[in-house]
Nanobody, 123 residues
Framework: QVQLVESGGGLVQAGGSLRLSCAASGRTFSSYVMGWFRQAPGKEREFGAG????????YYAHSVKGRFTISRDNAKNTVALQMNSLKPEDTAVYYC????????????????WGQGTQVTVSS
């Protein structure tokens, strides 16, 4: 089983930046595509960003494109989400997720999930 642990969330003013990190267990991290999802209270979990096995291909939801950057370091078994120009509507619990196949935007198609980290953006 792959274990994922997110960190880096917190309270930030609108327009500010945060960098989320996800640490994965195991030595086959590079075999997984990774995604970042977020869920606001009362809302469905939604796709934010995804990255391919080697990090050469990235994918972003329209709501975050141009503001967020996903990256991975397979040697360190980590994936990061750099969030710039944050808006109050970005407030949510952010989760990292992993699967063996291609990046998708559907939460149910990911097999492994972290516990989530809270991001709160104030105006």
């Amino acid at each position: 089983q792959v274990q994922l642990v997110e960190s880096g969330g917190g309270l930030v003013q609108a327009g500010g930046s945060l960098r989320l990190s996800c640490a994965a267990s195991g030595r086959t991290f590079s075999s997984y595509v990774m995604g970042w999802f977020r869920q606001a209270p009362g809302k469905e979990r939604e796709f934010g960003a995804g990255i391919s096995w080697g990090g050469g291909s990235t994918y972003y939801a329209h709501s975050v494109k141009g503001r967020f950057t996903i990256s991975r370091d397979n040697a360190k078994n980590t994936v990061a989400l750099q969030m710039n120009s944050l808006k109050p509507e970005d407030t949510a619990v952010y989760y990292c997720a992993a699967r063996r196949q291609d990046v998708t935007i559907t939460p149910s198609e990911y097999n492994y999930w972290g516990q989530g980290t809270q991001v709160t953006v104030s105006s």
